[in-house]
């Protein structure tokens, strides 16, 4: 299996990522709608942008038995999640992001799942990231996205656009210093001017993902959203037909 790393901006991030959006109950919401649309049976999972594991161990969790692969681009989130599961031979990461998928053979895996990581897509990049997770899915298998999303899409700093971006984002800001930590405020508050340029951090709205897993062939795309819903975040589940 050929490793790729790639760069990203995460990879410079200097907090405790697990302790401050452990904080956020919104985010712990998220992840519990999303490894709860799991099939039951699945063998082989993969966590992509699996970051320092957190997603990834819910999912072990859940799935006490089956084989997990996390693929991330940030070198040192990679290596803090490998640090995680060292004690299980069936839990492992390798670098790389969706776009580096080409090192897993068909059909490898019953269910791919990520979190608050494919919003860094270009969105140029949308049909064929879509293509590969239905291309690495078995038959029936399930991909299942659990990230932030927004309500207007548009050119970049189009005025609909950046106003429901920016309205959006700080209303995320004043529910964390009121509901999780002043650190997970702090977060949202650095990445602001990157989401607003569009520079690694590029909200769609859900249904623009749904119509692209739809074009890509997937059977059926359903949106769930989780509390509070005024955040917009959004669980989407793709299943490949048989």
């Known amino acids: ?8 901006h995460w990879n410079d991030v200097d907090i405790d990522y697990d302790k401050v959006l452990a904080t956020d109950a919104s985010n712990v919401a998220l992840l519990s709608a999303a490894v709860g649309r799991l099939p039951a049976g699945a063998e082989d999972v993969l966590d992509v942008g699996s970051g320092t594991g957190r997603l990834t161990a ?6 006490p038995k ?11 989130m990679v ?14 990461f390798v670098p790389g992001a969706v776009q580096d998928l080409g090192q897993f053979p068909d059909a490898a895996f019953d269910a791919v799942i990520s979190s608050f990581a494919l919003h860094h897509l270009e969105l140029d990049t949308y049909p064929a990231a879509a293509a590969e997770l239905r291309r690495v899915l078995r038959p029936g298998g399930v991909f299942i996205n659990a990230d932030q999303f927004c309500r207007v899409m548009g050119p970049p700093g189009s005025p609909e656009r950046a106003a429901d971006v920016l309205d959006l984002l700080t209303t995320k800001a004043r529910h964390y210093l009121r509901h ?3 650190e997970r405020m702090l977060l949202q508050v650095d990445l602001i001017p990157r989401f607003m340029r569009e520079d690694g951090e590029i909200l769609t709205t859900p249904g623009y993902w749904r119509d692209v897993l739809a074009a890509a062939g997937f059977d059926r795309v359903d949106v769930i959203a989780t509390e509070p819903v005024d955040l917009y975040n959004r669980v989407i589940v793709a299943v490949k037909g048989s």
Do not use: N, W
């Open 1 to 8: 299996m050929t490793q790729v790393e790639s760069r990203t």
């Open 58 to 63: 819910l999912c072990r969790a859940a799935l």
């Open 66 to 76: 089956a084989r997990i692969v996390g693929i991330d681009p940030a070198p040192t």
């Open 79 to 92: 290596a803090a999640a490998r640090r995680k599961f060292a004690g299980d031979p069936e839990v492992s």
């Open 180 to 182: 999780a930590s002043f």
